[in-house]
């Protein structure tokens, strides 16, 4: 059983940044794909970022347009999001998830594909 908790939300104004961090603990296996989603009040959930256990990235390019940079610390078992030029769109709960094992990881992998997730942490970005 995996974990996951994530931290680092707040309230900020347009053009601010935020780092969301997302701490793993319990039985987590080295060989990982993990992601960030992101959902709004009254749409789905989407991916914004994943990546995988040798550091391989993708990003969901019509959401982050080079604003956002996923990382991870394996010593630590922490994922982060690093959020710069932040806008009023981007305000949402947001979600870590992860999978182990040798996955297909992709922010395109769908939501059901994950087993774990952690509870969200919320961002506000006022204009």
């Known amino acids: 059983q995996v974990h996951l908790v994530e931290s680092g939300g707040g309230s900020v104004q347009a053009g601010g940044t935020l780092r969301l961090s997302c701490a793993a603990s319990?039985?987590?296996?080295?060989?990982?794909?993990m992601a960030w989603f992101r959902q709004a009040p009254g749409k789905e959930r989407e991916g914004v970022a994943a990546?995988?256990?040798?550091?391989?990235?993708?990003y969901d390019d019509s959401v982050v347009k080079g604003r956002f940079t996923i990382s991870q610390d394996n010593a630590k078992n922490t994922l982060y999001l690093q959020m710069n030029s932040l806008k009023p769109e981007d305000t949402a709960m947001y979600y870590c998830?992860?999978?182990?094992?040798?996955?297909?990881?992709?922010?395109?992998?769908?939501?059901?594909?994950?087993?774990?997730w952690g509870q969200g942490t919320q961002v506000t970005v006022s204009s």
């Open positions: 990546i995988d256990s040798d550091g391989s990235t993708s």
């Open positions: 319990g039985d987590a296996y080295e060989s990982h794909c």
């Open positions: 998830a992860a999978e182990y094992g040798g996955v297909w990881c992709s922010v395109s992998r769908p939501v059901a594909d994950f087993t774990y």
